[in-house]
């Protein structure tokens, strides 16, 4: 079964506008959470992160939300620009090496 | 550094032969995953490795795929015999030491897509 779920798999967002992608977990061991961007026939390059005791951190234009009751964080992006268009993965970590992701979110932002 | 370099990139074989994918994690790095991607499931651990030693197997599909780590620089993931399902891009990954700030920051090699006929 799925530990870390991205339920939407795809997302369309005009330039300059926010972009929103969101996970949601259900093993409350997780204590450090990952975003993920993968360009075709890459792979995967590490974006942002948080530790379970933040409700938030940013970089740049790129902002991570943790809000650890409702099992769910959040990428936002802001503003949206035609290069961050990509498949973005949420990945957890329980302390251990070994990463959970999801399944993805294919983000397109249009010019 | 090179980041981690994965071989070969593109791998089309017919059903039943032995397929070997190749990876070399990035210097200092003492962590190696091994990923498979797919359309359905996203990205799967297979296995992985600390310090040579395979940690976490549960992932691994069947008895036709196996993993080593001869040394710190080099792992091999193979599938035999092969079957057309098994087709994915697979991920070599690699992480610093656990107890460092990034330990849990895993850098991905370029993928190898296989194609099973």
């Known amino acids: 079964d799925q530990q870390v779920k991205q339920n939407s798999p795809s997302l369309s967002v005009q330039e300059g506008r926010i972009s929103i992608l969101n996970c949601d977990y259900t093993?409350?061991?997780?204590?450090?959470f990952l975003w993920y961007k993968k360009y075709p026939a890459e792979g995967p390059t590490f974006l942002i992160s948080i530790s379970s005791i933040k409700d938030k951190n940013e970089d740049g234009r790129f902002t991570v939300f943790l809000n650890k009751s409702a099992k769910h964080l959040s990428l936002h992006i802001v503003p949206s620009q035609p290069g961050d268009s990509a498949v973005y993965f949420c990945a957890a970590s329980a302390g251990a090496n070994n990463l959970f992701f999801g399944t993805g979110t294919r983000l397109t932002v249009i010019p | 550094d090179a980041g981690v370099i994965q071989s070969p990139r593109h791998e089309v074989t017919e059903m039943g032969q032995e397929v070997t994918l190749r990876c070399k994690p990035i210097s200092g790095h003492n962590s190696l995953f091994w990923y498979r991607q797919t359309m359905m499931r996203g990205l799967e651990l297979l296995i992985y490795?600390?310090?040579?030693?395979?940690?976490?197997d549960s992932g691994m599909p069947e008895d036709r795929f196996s993993a080593k780590m001869p040394n710190a620089s080099f792992s091999t993931l193979k599938i035999q015999p092969s079957e057309p399902r098994d087709s994915a891009v697979y991920f070599c990954a690699s992480s610093h030491p656990q107890g460092l700030a990034e330990s849990d920051t895993q850098y991905f090699g370029p993928g190898t897509r296989l194609t099973v006929l």
């Open positions: 490795f600390n310090n040579n030693v395979p940690i976490d």
């Open positions: 093993n409350s061991m997780f204590d450090y």
